[in-house]
């Protein structure tokens, strides 16, 4: 089945203790991104990735590092969380050019 | 600078009423997709539609139906004869020419009552 994988699903972190939230896809997408939802603001993205080694920052990329080191898999490392990263965040793939993305089932963070 | 907007926050109907949810884009491109995405309350998010700015024809699916004026900027959806299940948070979202980022509106949260 395609898809695109997230973990873990939830996660409650205290201020500073670095976590990372695992994305992979299995659809060979070159594309990969990460967007964060918060109320009232809708879903802004934080990284994107046209392909392995490639990254570059999204809207809000403040506080957050990427890496594409294999086509499959694009986690997002929160080295320092602090509370204002407590949202939720979804990775999606998508072919080069394709304008569909699919996105995994979301990642719900909580920074105390 | 590319721009949704979604002015409805919340949106209360009865079941079997029709409801529309507007969106309104901004935008310099000539060429942009337009998109909708709806997430229930498991979070999700579900895609549902994808309209490219050279065409402007209505499409229905269903009970779904999307009106897309490029006079006006406007991409709505409107949902007839809704149903509980239709209860979710609608995100209408605008991509760049060349593909990638999608720009999401504030979502509006619609709520259908038995």
């Known amino acids: 089945e395609a898809q695109v994988t997230q973990n873990p699903r939830y996660l409650i972190t205290v201020t500073g203790k670095k976590l990372t939230v695992t994305c992979s896809q299995n659809?060979?997408?070159?594309?990969m991104s990460w967007y964060r939802q918060d109320p009232g603001l809708g879903l802004r993205q934080i990284y994107y990735s046209m392909n392995v080694e490639v990254t570059d920052k999204g809207d809000v990329p403040e506080g957050y590092k990427v890496s594409r080191k294999e086509k499959r898999n694009f986690p997002l490392i929160l080295e320092s969380p602090s509370p204002n990263q407590t949202s939720l965040y979804f990775c999606?793939?998508?072919?080069?050019?394709?304008?569909?993305?699919?996105f995994g089932p979301g990642t719900r963070l909580t920074v105390t | 600078a590319q721009k949704v907007t979604q002015a409805q926050t919340e949106i209360s109907v009865v079941e079997k009423e029709d409801v529309t949810l507007d969106c309104v884009y901004e935008?310099?491109?000539?060429?942009?997709?337009l998109f909708w995405y709806k997430q229930p309350p498991s979070g999700e998010l579900v895609f549902l539609i994808r309209?490219?700015?050279?065409?402007?024809q209505n499409e229905i699916s269903g009970r779904y139906s999307w009106n897309f004026q490029k006079s006006t900027s406007s991409f709505n959806f409107t949902i007839t004869a809704s149903q509980v299940v239709d209860s979710a948070v609608y995100f209408c979202a605008l991509s760049e020419a060349y593909g990638g980022k999608l720009i999401f509106g504030q979502g509006t949260e619609l709520s259908v009552k038995p």
């Open positions: 935008t310099r491109d000539t060429t942009y997709y």
């Open positions: 309209r490219n700015s050279f065409d402007e």
């Open positions: 999606a793939s998508a072919y080069l050019f394709s304008y569909e993305q699919y």
């Open positions: 659809m060979n997408h070159e594309y």
